[in-house]
Nanobody
Framework: QLQLVESGGGLVQPGGSLRLECAAS????????IGWFHQAPGKEREVVAC????????KYADSVKGRFTISRDNAENRAWLQIDSLKPEDTGIYYC???????????????WGQGTQVTVSS
């Protein structure tokens, strides 16, 4: 069964950058679309970025366009979320998720990591 582990979170000042990593094990990511989700404290989990399994097409939430970049390397069995120009509202837990469907919308993600904490504060 596919297992996902996020890393790279931490404390950063507004305007700074982080690169979150999602490492997969137990299976390969080749057949999975990958999503990154953000959950602010006390709020619902929301998808911020997705990359498809075949052609690597990406989709972003409006709130993060131009600041977040999702990428993947199937040979390394890893995916990343590059976050630039961090804002205080970006604070929260970031989750990596996967689904064995070759598109980002219209279906749920069913494999999840445990999350990594990002705190944006001056």
């Amino acid at each position: 069964q596919l297992q996902l582990v996020e890393s790279g979170g931490g404390l950063v000042q507004p305007g700074g950058s982080l690169r979150l990593e999602c490492a997969a094990s137990g299976s390969t990511l080749d057949d999975y679309s990958i999503g990154w989700f953000h959950q602010a404290p006390g709020k619902e989990r929301e998808v911020v970025a997705c990359i498809t399994s075949s052609d690597g097409a990406t989709k972003y939430a409006d709130s993060v366009k131009g600041r977040f970049t999702i990428s993947r390397d199937n040979a390394e069995n890893r995916a990343w979320l590059q976050i630039d120009s961090l804002k205080p509202e970006d604070t929260g837990i970031y989750y990596c998720a996967a689904k064995e469907i070759d598109y980002c919308t219209g279906s749920p993600y069913d494999e999840w990591g445990q999350g990594t904490q990002v705190t944006v504060s001056s």
